[in-house]
């Protein structure tokens, strides 16, 4: 099976743009987590998507968003870019379903590396 | 009050030899789960273990092992025979509760542990 894919590996915007960053899970896995990594605040949930719905979000501003389209793949946006928002962001696929309980195990791709200059 | 804590930022190991990684965590959920991750420089976070809070045995997967002590609230990760390839950051997360009545599908990372492998 096919890891998990994000798109692009790496990306510079400028202050006040706004970005869009890709993540296609593992097939058959119906959820989708994103999480920003930065060397002061360490790995932080953002949002998890399932079933095309938001069901878990983390403590971020509105300006990070995200979406999930019917074929599981998913998106994060990131509107007026702040220097703080440079990070690596990394999404991880699940089945969702909740069937392994605790046990669920979610896979990482490589992870987006954003600069904001 | 951090829910999961790795107090070595650092550790060295020569190759061949074992090294213990250190995690504690803290939750009130009797149900939870234990992971651990790789993370090369790279970036991927690569999973290698997972326990659960009520598996009796210790989690073994190939060189990994989990060294649980659930009164004491730590979830060790064990490398044997340390290879040059073992150099990588390491993460312990948890989760806490099924994901659909608990906290979600959401992982709580630690600040991890920088292993270099020696010759």
């Known amino acids: 099976k096919a890891g998990v894919t994000q798109t692009p590996r790496y990306l510079i915007k400028t202050r006040g743009q706004q970005v869009t960053l890709s993540c296609s899970p593992i097939s058959g896995h119906r959820s989708v987590s994103w999480y920003q990594q930065t060397p002061g605040q360490g790995l932080q949930f953002l949002f998890e998507y399932f079933s095309e719905t938001q069901r878990n979000k983390g403590n971020f501003p509105g300006r990070f968003s995200g979406r999930q389209f019917s074929n599981s793949r998913s998106e994060m946006n990131v509107s007026t870019l702040e220097l703080g928002d440079s990070a690596l962001y990394l999404c991880?696929?699940?089945?969702?379903?909740?069937?392994?309980?605790?046990?669920?195990?979610?896979?990482f791709g490589p992870g987006t590396r954003l600069l904001v200059l | 009050a951090q829910k999961i804590t790795q107090t070595q930022p650092g550790m060295f190991v020569q190759e061949k030899e074992a090294v213990t990684l250190d995690c504690t965590y803290d939750?009130?959920?009797?149900?939870?789960?234990l992971f651990w991750y790789k993370q090369p420089s790279s970036g991927e976070m690569i999973f290698l273990i997972y326990q659960g809070s009520y598996d009796e045995q210790n989690a073994t997967e190939g060189r990994y092992s989990l060294n649980f002590q659930k009164a004491r609230k730590s979830a060790n990760l064990v490398i044997s025979a340390s290879q040059l390839g073992d150099s990588a950051m390491y993460f312990c997360?948890?989760?806490?509760?099924?994901?659909?009545?608990?906290?979600?599908?959401?992982?709580?990372f630690g600040t991890g542990t920088q292993l270099k492998v020696e010759l």
């Open positions: 997360a948890m989760r806490e509760g099924p994901i659909l009545t608990g906290g979600g599908n959401k992982l709580t």
């Open positions: 991880a696929s699940s089945l969702g379903t909740g069937r392994a309980g605790v046990r669920e195990t979610q896979y």
């Open positions: 939750t009130s959920d009797q149900s939870y789960g």
